[in-house]
């Protein structure tokens, strides 16, 4: 059996949110105030409010099996299994707008970056339906392998991916012509995927071989295969794509992998989760994550933040008049935020956002100064830095001190051998 999720110790207990049925799949808006569940029993899509984790409903077609959301977060689809349609929803009102007849049981959704094409994958079939998001109507069909079931867009919308659970296969799609360009095996049972955020990662879960395929997106070809795994399903990339989180059905909890190495993180505290464990998704901060629980009814808010901790070492010298630029480094999650106790030297400055303390300095001097570190979770980190600016280094950027000190004694040797020479003269005469 895989490790339990390790969390930090300062995170809090997980929650859970009771919206009934059968919560499947869930989606975070692009600014994380909303996460939006596909709930297949109750054919409605809840709509859980992130701060207060209340929620509300929102009915469209029969067994919703899968949804995505626009980039600019203003539209949500919804595929509707059972009544071979797609929803589409304003999120600004939570109103179905249209209803897109789709006669190939859509199991599966993606929103290209751009907004303009929806891909729906057909279980049912071997195929791909294609929708134009303008006039919502299916364009065409793509061929791939039999039962497909999750997709994702590329970040740059040039290629799609698609995983085919009877065909334990990956098809790549070029989305300019719409043809199959790659075929990568993969496990038995994939029935969820997810991309890595800088595209060059896609992870597939197996769950009848209890294993996640690793693909190189560059090659189109399994880097590895992540194993000994229980039964995993949801996956799901931390935003800076250093952890891949995975839901096991079987068992009931969350397993965390460092993407480095591909290996199971066991550090931290282990958590267990209720129910069966399917979809999962991580607000853009990293901070939480949303996992539906199919067979009971729940969604849990799982807290991934991680208080902040200052790595950076001692600031490298500065020079007077010269431009200078350190960046105080802090881990943690969510991304922290900076703040100073003390003065800078005149002429510099702290970014909040990026720890970057940058500028050109004025008056040489020691500078001692403290950086705090906050992101909400308990305790702030802080770090006590002394900045040295030297003085300006001569016009051509060379420090000639010691050829100044040279020319000093080579003047003071010559002076003393011209005083003897005198002295000499004297005692001649």
Not at 146 to 157: E, K, N
Not at 196 to 202: D, R, S, V
Not at 301 to 326: E, G, H, Q
Request: hydrophobic share 40%; aromatic share 4%; net charge negative.
């Amino acid at each position: 059996m895989s490790p339990l999720l390790a969390l930090s110790p300062a995170a809090a207990a997980p929650i859970t949110i009771n919206v009934g049925g059968y919560p499947e799949l869930v989606a975070i808006s692009p600014d994380g105030t909303t996460a939006y569940v596909a709930n297949e029993n109750n054919a409605e899509v809840n709509v859980i409010n992130t701060a207060s984790n209340t929620f509300t409903s929102i009915p469209v077609g029969s067994l919703p099996t899968g949804l995505a959301i626009s980039r600019d977060g203003t539209r949500l689809y919804v595929g509707n299994h059972g009544s071979n349609s797609i929803s589409v929803i304003n999120t600004t009102t939570n109103i179905v707008i249209a209803t897109i007849p789709n006669t190939e049981q859509p199991y599966r959704v993606a929103v290209s970056p751009d907004g303009s094409t929806v891909y729906a994958t057909n279980s049912a079939t071997t195929t791909v339906s294609v929708i134009d998001a303008v006039t919502n109507t299916v364009t065409s069909t793509i061929s791939v392998g039999t039962q497909p079931t999750d997709v994702a867009f590329s970040r740059d919308g040039s290629t799609a991916y698609v995983d085919n659970v009877a065909s334990r296969t990956v098809s790549v799609i070029d989305v300019a012509t719409r043809m199959v360009v790659a075929t990568i095996p993969i496990g038995d049972g994939a029935d969820f995927l997810t991309l890595a955020p800088n595209g060059l990662t896609l992870y597939v879960a197996n769950i009848s071989d209890n294993s996640v395929t690793v693909i190189d997106t560059a090659t189109n070809t399994a880097r590895t295969t992540i194993t000994s795994l229980t039964h995993p399903a949801g996956v799901a990339v931390s935003p800076d794509g250093v952890k891949l989180y995975v839901t096991s059905t079987d068992g009931g909890f969350l397993t965390v992998i460092d993407t480095a190495t591909n290996t199971v993180d066991t550090s931290g505290a282990a958590i267990a989760l209720s129910g069966q464990p399917l979809g999962i998704a991580i607000t853009p901060n990293g901070a939480k994550a949303y996992i539906t629980n199919s067979t009971n009814g729940l969604v849990t808010l799982v807290d991934l933040s991680v208080a902040p901790a200052i790595t950076s070492a001692a600031p490298t010298a500065a020079t007077a008049r010269a431009a200078y630029s350190f960046t105080v480094i802090a881990s943690g999650i969510p991304k922290a935020m900076f703040a100073i106790t003390g003065s800078l030297p005149t002429g510099l400055t702290l970014d909040s956002a990026t720890g970057v303390i940058s500028g050109t300095p004025t008056t040489p001097g020691s500078f001692a100064f403290t950086i705090t570190a906050s992101n909400g979770t308990a305790p702030d980190a802080t770090a006590s830095f002394t900045l040295t600016v030297r003085p300006t280094l001569a016009t051509t950027g060379v420090d000639d001190t010691p050829t100044v000190l040279l020319g000093l004694a080579l003047l003071a040797a010559g002076l003393s051998t011209l005083g003897a020479r005198r002295i000499a003269a004297r005692q001649r005469g």
